[in-house]
């Protein structure tokens, strides 16, 4: 019932930005967690951000300083501004929930489908 679909990738210059934008939909009460992650060809996927419903940010050190992680609870919508990207950053970038609580109960390990971030030159 819970969905989430990530959008707002594409292609981008080196020190350039992006904002990438992730809702949640069905009969959801609140979500506890809402984050980023990414994955590059050949790696594992990785924490990019995460935001807790009262506000607690996680960032990976490579994006610290350049991400931001934004939510709108009313709207159960996440984001991620990104800054100064750099080719490193290239990845699919995957929306991630925990603690989405429904009538049906609570669920963690949410994901959107994913949207390709390309920064090269």
């Known amino acids: 019932q819970v969905q989430l679909v990530e959008s707002g990738g594409g292609l981008v210059q080196p020190g350039g930005s992006l904002r990438l934008s992730c809702a949640a939909s069905?009969?959801?009460?609140?979500?506890?967690?809402m984050g980023w992650y990414r994955q590059a060809p050949g790696k594992q996927r990785e924490l990019v951000a995460r935001?807790?419903?009262?506000?607690?940010?996680t960032y990976a050190v490579s994006v610290k300083g350049r991400f931001t992680i934004s939510r709108d609870n009313a709207k159960n919508t996440v984001y991620l501004q990104m800054n100064s990207l750099k080719p490193e950053d290239t990845a699919v970038y995957y929306c991630?929930?925990?603690?989405?609580?429904?009538?049906?109960?609570?669920?963690?390990?949410?994901w959107g489908q994913g949207t390709q971030v390309t920064v090269s030159s």
């Open positions: 069905g009969s959801i009460f609140s979500i506890n967690v």
């Open positions: 935001r807790t419903r009262s506000g607690s940010t």
């Open positions: 991630n929930a925990d603690g989405v609580n429904t009538a049906l109960g609570v669920f963690d390990g949410k």
